[in-house]
């Protein structure tokens, strides 16, 4: 049928851990930093006249004054996780090629250096111009923080034999496989590390990750990235803010539990002390990554009434279906007030997902979303979708869950997985001494403890 996803052609490659494909991939690192101490040998261009002033060109920058927002570097918390969501937003997934522990320590002390330059802001360093500039300059001469996060997550990959970490895996992180209406490709999923990217601008967004892979050619590569972006909505006097759109028209997020309630947080979200899992653990949380691609044609010759039905929600208020007049997308359904489903149909995309019974609260997730377009499939369809990014305190109980009782949803005809993965977001940079990982290197003996 042509409504289906293009097979993919895969061109041979090497295992991802093999030695071969390790020892190659880091001799090109290491080639791109011997490249960068090389003289370019470009003669300076000649100076050039002036233009005149832009006025109404329509090529003229746009002026904003939220360039300058911040978000706090450290904490107990990585940032990016119950941060305000911003305009725009990337997942890049990375191979390490690190071969021995101190390879690795220097992996995570470096990107907690970029990362905390990055979420600042500031002036690179300047570089004799006949050597490769230290910064992109695609931000211009200074970098802005324009409300970037960086938020570094660890797949199971990362838990094999190559460092010793394996007895300090977390207890539910798994390589994430296809549920019966995925189509994976494997060029699209899992990895060794996941960098979750958020900023005002995809500039911003770019420049970061530009950044990390210039600064670590010899220690990472990058598997597979997805970016995406959510519209922004002007404030309305008087009313809630409300849920973005995802592409099938529908509000993304209505539902979503409250992120400044620090006791749910703490209680749906962040891994505690004391448990289960190890104590390196604490602080963080699990992240599942999920490339959704919509069937954006079928889904505009579906009827209204039966897009809503699918979805258990009012397209244009985002209102559960027993809502009466003057419901909004924040009234709760009431589900056991239409047992026989007449209103909200028992198999709809939110009675499934949350039944809202006193067994499902322990299911709950935080959803961080954005939507996708990526041109154009080999069919003439539009390739586009949902860059979904949930996270929670146990994978199992959260995502997991949820999604097996999602498999078989009608809402399955419209959409179709196609990569993505599972990780665990570690804890947050406590102080100027910490960095990145600190925690599980120091359980795993690869670093000191914390004193």
């Given at each position: 049928m042509i409504d289906e996803p293009d097979s993919p052609v895969r061109e041979p490659r090497l295992k991802p851990y093999s030695p071969v494909r390790r020892d190659i991939l880091k001799a090109l690192g290491l080639n791109a930093l011997a490249l960068a101490g090389m003289m370019a040998g470009v003669a300076?261009?000649?100076?050039?006249?002036?233009?005149?002033?832009?006025?109404?060109?329509?090529?003229?920058?746009?002026?904003?004054?939220?360039?300058?927002e911040k978000q706090p570097f450290l904490g107990e918390h990585q940032a990016g996780v119950v941060t305000p969501r911003p305009a725009c937003g990337m997942v890049a997934s990375f191979d390490v090629l690190a071969q021995t522990p101190d390879e690795l320590v220097r992996?995570?002390?470096?990107?907690?250096?970029r990362t905390r330059f990055l979420m600042e802001?500031?002036?690179?360093?300047?570089?004799?111009?006949?050597?490769?500039?230290?910064?992109?300059?695609?931000?211009?001469?200074?970098?802005?923080?324009?409300?970037?996060?960086?938020?570094?997550s660890v797949g199971s990959s990362l838990f094999d034999g190559r460092f010793g970490l394996g007895p300090f895996r977390p207890k539910y992180l798994e390589r994430m496989t296809a549920f019966p209406n995925d189509a994976l490709n494997a060029d699209l999923c899992h990895g060794d590390l996941s960098i979750q990217l958020c900023a005002n601008t995809a500039d911003?967004?770019?420049h970061a990750l530009r950044d990390i892979v210039k600064n670590l050619p010899d220690l990472l590569w990058l598997r597979w990235k997805q970016e995406g972006a959510v519209p922004v909505l002007p404030e309305v006097p008087d009313r809630p803010a409300e849920s973005a759109r995802n592409f099938l028209g529908f509000r993304d997020g209505s539902a979503n539990p409250d992120a400044n309630d620090t006791a749910l947080m703490n209680r749906i979200l962040w891994v505690q002390?004391?448990?289960?899992?190890?104590e390196w653990m604490a602080g963080g949380t699990y992240q599942a990554v999920r490339i959704i691609r919509n069937f954006v044609e079928r889904w505009d010759r579906?009827?209204?009434?039966?897009?809503e039905r699918i979805f258990g929600r009012a397209r244009d208020s985002g209102a559960p279906l027993d809502g009466g007049p003057g419901a909004s997308e924040f009234d709760v359904?009431?589900?056991?007030?239409?047992?026989?489903?007449?209103?909200?149909?028992?198999?709809s995309h939110i009675r499934l997902a949350n039944p809202r019974t006193p067994e499902s609260e322990t299911n709950l997730i935080l959803r961080r979303p954005f939507n996708y377009s990526n041109g154009v499939t080999k069919s003439g369809q539009l390739d586009m979708g949902l860059l979904f990014i949930c996270y929670q305190a146990n994978l199992l109980n959260g995502f997991i869950t949820v999604q097996r009782r999602l498999d078989g949803e009608p809402l399955e005809e419209y959409i179709k997985p196609v990569g993505g993965g599972y990780f665990f977001t570690l804890p947050g940079v406590r102080?100027?001494?910490?960095?990145?990982?600190?925690?599980?290197?120091?359980a795993a003996h690869l670093v000191p403890a914390a004193g």
């Open positions: 300076p261009r000649p100076g050039l006249a002036r233009e005149p002033a832009a006025g109404g060109n329509v090529a003229t920058a746009p002026v904003s004054d939220r360039t300058a992996l995570f002390r470096t990107l907690t250096e802001g500031g002036t690179p360093p300047v570089r004799d111009p006949r050597f490769p500039p230290t910064d992109s300059g695609i931000l211009g001469p200074v970098v802005i923080p324009d409300n970037l996060t960086v938020t570094v911003t967004t770019i002390r004391g448990g289960e899992e190890p579906t009827p209204l009434r039966e897009q359904p009431d589900f056991g007030r239409d047992p026989d489903g007449v209103h909200t149909p028992h198999d102080d100027e001494n910490d960095f990145f990982a600190r925690p599980l290197l120091a």
